[in-house]
């Protein structure tokens, strides 16, 4: 079941950004999707219904606060239900926002630890015995800062830290029957409504690219699909998808 090309997968965060790009990309080629979303219904509708547009009954969605761990295993238990079985696993749903230095509290904390590590966590807990039944994968989305943290984002910077290490980490619990990565993009989507990220600001970023120029959620969701279809000899790695900033930090 693992090589095939229907492979069924479940992501986090998938409605909109880069998740939707990623959904985009996998469903086109062959895969079923279990499309889980928090606050962005709309957005998750409107990718449902143009997906199955294309392949009927091949995309489903599910609400979910990752806040709340006890109620994680029924993404798991309700993508098996519907498709019949679950191939993969994608930790994409995150928060971003900065956390300076005498500024960090217990919600902050929180807010950042529950989506970027806490959620993964239990995530993965729950799905490994289906992974481990259908020899399956799990991606997990991290961060171009993980070695070189950004100034003024602590509890993030310690956040997709920690996923790298879980990464690592699974890649021994899990093997031989499930591969563990992880993509680590560098400047791709800038935030929405951070005044930081200005004109000039972003022009400084797009000069410290070896490419010189930004990348676009396609170049993210296409290391995504090569993780799960294409590297199958491949588990507790990061593919950096940053147009080489990270060698310049």
Known sequence: ????????????????????????????????????????ANEARALQAELNLLRGQSVA????????????????????????????????????FPTELGQINEDN???????????????CQAAAPE?????????????????RPKKGYIVYSVAKAGLVTLTKSLAHELGPEVRVN???????????????????????????????????PEDVAKAVRFL????TYTTGHILAVDGGRSLNL
């Open 109 to 123: 904390w929180h807010n950042l630890m529950n989506s970027n590590l806490k959620a993964p966590v239990f995530l």
């Open 182 to 216: 992880a993509v680590a993009p560098g400047p791709v989507l800038w935030p929405e409504d951070n005044p930081q990220f200005d004109e000039v600001y972003r022009q400084r970023i797009l000069n410290q690219t070896l490419l010189k120029r930004v990348g676009n």
């Open 131 to 147: 992974l481990r039944k259908n020899r399956g994968c799990i991606v997990n989305i991290t961060d171009m800062h993980i070695e």
């Open 1 to 40: 079941m693992g090589l095939e090309r229907n492979k069924i997968i479940l992501i986090t965060g998938g409605a909109k950004r880069v998740g939707a790009s990623i959904c985009r990309e996998l469903h086109a080629h062959g895969a079923h999707l279990m499309i889980h979303y928090n606050t962005s």
């Open 61 to 96: 969605i599910i609400q979910g606060d990752l806040n709340n761990t006890a109620t994680l295993p029924n993404l798991i238990s309700e993508s098996v239900r519907h498709f019949g079985r679950l191939d993969a696993l994608i930790n994409n749903a995150s928060t971003y």
């Open 228 to 231: 799960i279809y294409d590297a």
